[in-house]
């Protein structure tokens, strides 16, 4: 029962749970049979399906309830034997002792489950098992491939994380994770195997915005998209996701897309219209900064008949060439992609969306970060140590989330 509900259970519950078992064994059942009953109680309890928070009203959580949320963030998973011990002697709710089991859980190779989940949510890695590139056009793409594409970028973020380096790393360092099938997508030489292994990159790639992986979940299968891969750098990156489209504004007719005319030619005629221009002039330049890379992330030099043009000029003026001096801007921006950071994480750390009360929490959450360069530590302390990860709520007072859930 401790196990199961995350928390010592109390007389009367154990009461009730043995006098199923003896109800079991009664009329010829046996001992067995009376544990097989027990258990289907246990296994359909709110208590085991649902993370609860027994104290009514606002306030700090309850030490079994922070124990559990503090597990649930990290390792995607239920209290180990030393927080259930913690919470038992009600020692967690302090800020050093938050900090110090977010140290020690983040070291266990447990933690791995919050670079698979978290990565997974906020980069939309999931979306790459429902991916279909179009097998004419990229014959060697297989399912095979796409899972090399997630699994690139996970053992990215896990380095960046696991090494306690700057999140602004995220977006330009100038190393990643790839197998023998992944580099020859890439282009890169003497890796051999199907074991990923560490490779310095030189020339067209750096950080995780060139990676097959989000390039492939931001393109459609048969072309490449500038308004989705600006959206999702809005979205992800900047914080700044742009308002839906207007009603009545027509999509851009597949049908109609000349593939040996450069697509930028072609969406020029889309933003005349200036319903969709104010939020095309966002979105528009930051994708086009990514068309060297294919609808699946391999470097191409041409567009159909002519040569890719990946130039473009943001709205506050700053202007590029390449993709890697798209990024060098976007890394320049480091207190909005520090913020967009924070939001994602505590939004997965709390199961829930972030409300206005919360952003003065976010503020001081970036301002800890900052003074730490960054740090992936520095996120992940402040945020355990925040109000919205400690405190509950009076409209979550009873049932916090439901036990894994939005995770």
């Not at 900064?289 to 130039?311: I, L, M």
């Amino acid at each position: 029962m401790r196990r199961a509900w995350r928390r010592s259970p109390e007389a009367a519950e154990v009461n009730r749970l043995t006098a199923i078992i003896e109800a079991g064994t009664r009329d010829g059942g046996t001992f067995e049979h009376g544990v097989e009953l027990a258990l289907q109680a246990l296994l359909s309890s709110a208590d085991f399906l649902f993370r609860f928070e027994r104290t009514p009203g606002p306030g700090p959580l309850g030490a079994h309830a922070l124990a559990s949320r503090l597990s649930y963030f990290l390792w995607s998973s239920m209290p180990d034997e030393e927080l259930l011990r913690l919470a038992d002697e009600n020692k967690l709710h302090s800020a050093d002792a938050l900090a110090a089991q977010a140290r020690r859980m983040l070291a266990d190779p447990k933690a791995a489950a919050l670079v698979d989940n978290f990565a997974g949510q906020w980069l939309q890695l999931r979306s790459l098992a429902r991916a279909k590139p179009d097998p004419a056009k990229f014959p060697t793409v297989d399912d095979e491939l796409l899972d090399d594409m997630r699994a690139e970028t996970t053992a990215f973020v896990s380095a960046i994380f696991g090494e306690n380096r700057s999140v602004l790393d995220l977006l330009d360092a100038p190393f990643t994770f790839v197998n023998a099938p992944l580099a020859r997508h890439y282009g890169i030489g003497g890796v051999t195997g199907e074991a990923f292994e560490r490779v310095e990159l030189q020339g067209s790639r750096r950080g995780l915005l060139t990676h097959a992986s989000i390039l492939t979940v931001s393109s459609y299968p048969t072309r490449t998209s500038p308004v989705i891969r600006g959206k999702w750098v809005l979205e992800n990156i900047l914080g700044a996701p742009p308002p839906p489209p207007p009603p009545n504004v027509p999509l851009l007719e597949e049908s109609k897309i000349d593939p040996n005319v450069p697509f930028r030619a072609q969406l020029e005629q889309h933003r005349a219209n200036p319903a969709c221009a104010a939020c095309h002039n966002q979105m528009d330049p930051i994708g086009f900064g990514f068309e060297n890379y294919n609808a699946v992330g391999a470097w191409r030099t041409h567009e159909g008949k002519g040569p890719v043009d990946a130039s473009g000029t943001l709205p506050g003026g700053r202007s590029f060439s390449a993709p890697l001096e798209l990024i060098g801007i976007l890394k320049g921006q480091s207190d909005a992609f520090a913020r967009t950071f924070a939001e994602k994480l505590l939004t997965f750390a709390l199961g829930r969306g972030l409300e206005r009360y919360d952003h003065e929490a976010v503020d001081r959450i970036v301002a800890a970060a900052r003074r730490d360069q960054y740090r992936f530590s520095a996120f992940s302390t402040a945020i355990v140590n925040s109000e919205p990860f400690r405190m509950r709520g009076a409209e979550t007072a009873v049932v916090a989330a439901a036990a894994g859930g939005s995770k």
